[in-house]
Nanobody, 124 residues
Framework: VQLQASGGGLVQAGGSLRLSCAASGGTFRALNMAWFRQAPGKEREFVAASFRNSGNSVYADSVKGRFTISRDNTKSTMYLQMNALKPEDTADYYC??????????????????WGQGTQVTVSS
């Protein structure tokens, strides 16, 4: 499975961005999909995930209510709509895919496939 993330950029605090992650080489609807992010000098952290079967979504507390993960199985693409952005959201954002159980969706090591990062910079 190959993942291609896009949509990053520079935005002012309070603004919005939508990230996309296009998947190829696998059965998209059978994959759990997630977004992680890594700020300079920090570890990569979980942002949001979508479970393959039900489409149930889980979010990190830091983004809950501001970010929305979605997926279009017909286009093999996942999205992350980011609203009310804050300077602390500045990071490289990575998409990931895996087949883990629901309880492991937040676990970075449980994801088998990773895309390249797309940079998000939020200015104050």
């Amino acid at each position: 499975v190959q993942l291609q993330a896009s949509g990053g950029g520079l935005v002012q605090a309070g603004g919005s961005l939508r990230l996309s992650c296009a998947a190829s080489g696998g059965t998209f609807r059978a994959l759990n999909m997630a977004w992680f992010r890594q700020a300079p000098g920090k570890e990569r952290e979980f942002v949001a995930a979508s479970f393959r079967n039900s489409g149930n979504s889980v979010y990190a507390d830091s983004v809950k209510g501001r970010f929305t993960i979605s997926r279009d199985n017909t286009k093999s693409t996942m999205y992350l709509q980011m609203n009310a952005l804050k300077p602390e959201d500045t990071a490289d954002y990575y998409c990931a895919a895996g087949s883990q159980v629901l309880s492991a969706l937040r676990v970075r090591s449980s994801y088998r496939y990773w895309g390249q990062g797309t940079q998000v910079t939020v200015s104050s």
